[in-house]
């Protein structure tokens, strides 16, 4: 473990247990913000269901994002095959953990980063202003996580490049495969 590592997570975690309204937010941003995070993606969808080519945009930027999501948390479950690391509160004293997560369970990289990220580039690359407020959410859930003791800082960093690495890889391939055309179909009735 890299000292460095271990020391910007202390400077981190020990801000918890200090003041509850911190506490509260930490545990929201840590736990349940990544779910507003997906459910936004959804909202451009809703509003553009009139207008044909920003509804089929949307739907492609949420479709991109949830498989970017999905196919991160696949390729980190099978590195976590190769390579474990425990959570901090598990080898380290005196951490301030606000929300439980199963001990044995890895710490890195971070499932919650790498989702967050992935849906929030997913959606900037297509939208960038929608997925720059997205990015920023996405920067919360990752501090959220160190914040409430569950991970250390390079876990939500490595989260958030192997998320964006996945956005990336489904922007250049997934026009080759007829993405567009495909949704346009699904969402219109076109054959």
């Known amino acids: 473990m890299l000292l460095p590592d271990v020391r910007l997570f202390r400077s981190i975690n020990n801000l918890a247990g200090q003041n509850a309204v911190l506490d509260a937010a930490g545990i929201f941003a840590s736990k349940y913000l990544i779910y507003v995070m997906a459910a936004a993606i959804l909202v451009p969808i809703v509003l553009a269901r009139r207008r044909h080519r920003d509804h089929v945009a949307a739907a492609v930027a949420a479709c991109r994002a949830y498989a970017a999501a999905a196919l991160g948390g696949v390729g980190n479950m099978l590195f976590s095959m190769m390579f474990f690391r425990a959570r901090p509160f598990v080898t380290l004293f005196d951490v301030h953990r606000l929300i439980d997560v199963m001990p044995t369970s890895k710490s890195f990289p971070s499932d919650h980063a790498t989702a ?26 990752a501090a959220g996580r160190v914040y409430a003791g569950v991970h250390y800082p390079t876990d939500v960093i490595s989260g958030a490049v192997v998320g964006c690495l996945w956005a990336w890889l489904i922007r250049v391939l997934g026009p080759r495969f007829g993405e567009v055309e495909r949704m346009e179909r699904l969402l219109l009735g076109r054959k």
């Open 116 to 141: 967050a990220f992935a849906m929030a580039c997913s959606v900037f690359l297509m939208r960038p202003r929608f997925g720059a407020v997205l990015l920023v959410l996405a920067v919360f859930v």
